[in-house]
């Protein structure tokens, strides 16, 4: 927090390290000084969308979905050709226990991004398809990416299939 206090003062004007300051602040448990800092972020430059990413992400740590919802979808506006940020809005949905409309979503962003790969791999499982071939193939993509492996290791108990974990 010291060190990103300092690092504003040089640099007042850096939305980035402000967001550097609220982050060090959240984990350390100052969650209102954080907050003051992000929204104050927002007033003095409104387009930026990672200060409504974090608000996102916070409100829905404080048991906020329908705050976080909000900051998802003014984040998903800012950043249009963003796949993380539309992405985004359609896990609120999920959070919130609005499948159908989270469904819907994840469509419309598969109709932006086909290749969008968290889209297609969460529309797969929630659907009931096989997803473990996706999974598969994004590891032959992508060998050395251990995030893959724990997801196909996840798909695989998720279908009681434990003898084809590694």
């Known amino acids: 927090v010291i060190l990103a206090r300092r690092a504003v003062s040089l640099d007042p004007t850096s939305s980035r390290l402000k967001q550097v300051l609220a982050q060090s ?6 969650a209102e000084e954080a907050i003051k800092i992000i929204e104050q972020g927002i007033e003095s430059n409104p387009s930026t969308a990672n200060n409504f990413s974090l608000l ?3 409100s829905l740590q404080l048991g906020q979905p329908g705050n976080a ?15 993380n940020r539309q992405w985004a809005v359609c896990l ?4 919130l226990w609005n ?11 598969l109709e932006k991004f086909p290749d969008y790969y968290e889209a297609k791999s969460w529309l797969a499982t929630a659907s009931g398809e096989n997803a473990i071939d996706l999974v ?11 995030y893959y492996r724990l997801q196909l290791a996840n798909e695989l108990v998720g279908q009681m299939r434990y003898h084809e974990v590694e």
């Open 99 to 109: 499948a159908e409309r989270g469904n819907r979503c994840g469509q419309k962003v």
């Open 136 to 146: 598969k193939s994004q590891i032959a993509r992508f060998p050395n990416e251990p």
């Open 69 to 83: 919802l909000i900051y998802a979808i003014q984040e998903r506006h800012l950043d249009p050709d963003n796949p």
């Open 25 to 30: 602040l959240w984990t350390s448990g100052r």
């Open 56 to 58: 996102s992400r916070w």
């Open 92 to 95: 609120m949905y999920f959070q």
